[in-house]
């Protein structure tokens, strides 16, 4: 017993060594991008991103940052979107990558999603997965809960304000149990990537001796719809697809 809580003891002592070393690590890196030391920053914070298995939005925010000061279209795009899917409502973040995609030689329309299944992904994108999850655990706490106010109450009026309470409870629990389930489709499914390569061809087919069907630049974003080999099938926002070779892109999550 005294060995096991000996090691809990030494793992927690060097998870906190290691989370302050890349707090100054992140400070040092901090300074020397306002110093205009980019590419040191740079250095200093894609060490962090090494060492550590969970990132902030901040860092990637700084990192995009760092990029762009550099003219850098493809990293600085991707890890400001890489901070947007960990913070998507920071207005910096969202000005930064604005300024960013700019960089990129590429104009692809954008066509809006409609229908029945556009209105459920706007639902069901105001929470996270995590966030659905929480919800539908408390709803369900709170319907125990309004339960046993209803069994015990002996007033009429108490057991009705019960009743109606664990109705809205129960509706709330299906709604986020079912919400965080499509979230969690959604993001399976939903896989965007930035492109790094510089200038890559798109085929029609998954072959080098394939039809080119259009040509792509660093730091235009697609969406990976299939994987075969080394390639991906991907779509623009404009609809238009095509295969692609899998080391051209980097995909988000």
């Known amino acids: 017993m005294n060995k096991i809580l000996v090691y809990i003891a030494f793992l927690i002592?060097?998870?906190?060594?290691?989370?302050?070393?890349?707090?100054?690590?992140?400070?040092?890196?901090?300074?020397?991008?306002?110093?205009?030391?980019?590419?040191?920053?740079?250095?200093?914070?894609?060490?962090?991103?090494?060492?550590?298995?969970?990132?902030?939005?901040?860092?990637?925010?700084?990192?995009?940052?760092?990029?762009?000061?550099?003219?850098?279209?493809?990293?600085?795009?991707?890890?400001?979107?890489?901070?947007?899917?960990?913070?998507?409502d920071d207005e910096a973040i969202v000005t930064n990558l604005h300024f960013a995609q700019k960089l990129a030689i590429d104009d692809i329309k954008v066509v809006p999603e409609v229908g029945f299944s556009k209105i459920i992904y706007n639902f069901t994108s105001n929470l996270s997965y995590d966030h659905w999850a929480w919800l539908a655990v408390f709803a369900a706490v709170a319907f125990l809960l309004f339960f046993v106010g209803y069994y015990f109450s002996y007033l009429t009026i108490l057991k009705r304000i019960f009743f109606v309470g664990m109705f809205l409870l129960l509706i709330v629990l299906l709604t986020s149990v079912l919400s965080a389930f499509l979230q969690k489709r959604f993001d399976n499914t939903i896989k965007p990537a930035i492109v790094f390569a510089e200038s890559t061809f798109v085929k029609s087919e998954p072959k080098n001796n394939s039809e080119n069907a259009f040509e792509l630049h660093e730091g235009t974003k697609v969406y990976v719809k299939e994987t075969l080999d080394n390639w991906k099938r991907i779509q623009l926002t404009d609809k238009t697809e095509g295969w692609i070779k899998k080391d051209a892109i980097k995909e988000l999550k």
């Open 13 to 88: 002592s060097n998870f906190i060594v290691a989370q302050n070393a890349a707090q100054i690590l992140f400070e040092k890196a901090n300074e020397n991008y306002r110093n205009g030391k980019y590419e040191e920053a740079i250095t200093q914070y894609e060490s962090i991103l090494d060492d550590q298995k969970v990132a902030s939005a901040d860092l990637y925010y700084n990192l995009g940052s760092a990029y762009y000061k550099l003219g850098k279209v493809a990293p600085s795009i991707y890890n400001l979107e890489k901070a947007l899917l960990l913070n998507p």
